[in-house]
């Protein structure tokens, strides 16, 4: 996987996705947060309009056959399992998660909001989780039980106003967000200009190696607009030939 930005909300375990056979939960906004596994539908079109407007994307697309980004899982889930992976190893935080997902009365890989907020912090501490990393979750859970996260209307906002939202919640910054829109929402034009990842293949792809500054990355990234999501992802491959999954 593409190295990542070095920050609160950004680590090697952030946004990992649940298996494909998870149940589906019946909390009251489980059908809007249920993603099913599927391709971005616009995949093919970006990849014609980027290997025509640019020519490092000429090269790199037909490397990797017929790879493309996957979505699947629960936004909720999903982002309380970027938070409990912030900061420790893929395996550490796998094994963390696996502990608090036992917590529940109900263990499940989808997990409920009202669930999650119920827990005694005593035990969360005991499943391996920080006092900060609890009170984050709690936040979170907290946020999507109140409704101050618009899950049933992100169909229809655009990238910032979901941004916004998302860092509003304790623990997740802008990072998160914006994996957190590839990755679960597959919104087709995210620059996430803090990874360090598309910063490093921008280096390598576009200036033989040379460092780039957040300017030059963001000049590059404009001509691949408005698909500049999936070319994103093709650096990250040029980077790691193992698909980026979240």
Known sequence: MAP????????????????????ARDDGVA?????????????DEACRHLGKRDRVM??????????????????????????????ISVKAAQSVWERFAAL????????????????????????????????????????????????????????EAIIDELVAIRGIGRWTAEMFLIFHLMRPNVLPLDDLGLLKGISVNYFSGEPVSRAEAREVGDAWAPFRSVATWYIWRSLDPLPVDY
């Open 58 to 87: 000429r090269k790199l697309i037909p490397r990797f056959g017929e790879g493309r980004l996957q979505s699947r899982g629960d936004a909720f889930t999903t982002l309380a399992r970027s938070i409990v992976g912030q900061q």
């Open 104 to 159: 529940m009365e109900e263990p499940s890989t989808h997990l409920a909001p009202v669930a999650v907020a119920s827990l005694n912090a005593a035990a969360m501490r005991a499943a391996g989780l920080s006092a900060r990393k609890i009170d984050y979750l709690i936040d979170l859970a907290q946020h999507f039980q109140s409704g101050a996260v618009h899950v049933q209307l992100w169909h229809d906002m655009d990238d």
């Open 4 to 23: 990542r930005a070095a920050r609160p909300d950004a680590s090697p375990a952030a946004i990992p996705l649940p298996p494909d056979d998870a149940p």
């Open 31 to 43: 059908a809007a947060q249920v993603t099913p596994h599927v391709t971005p539908h616009y995949w």
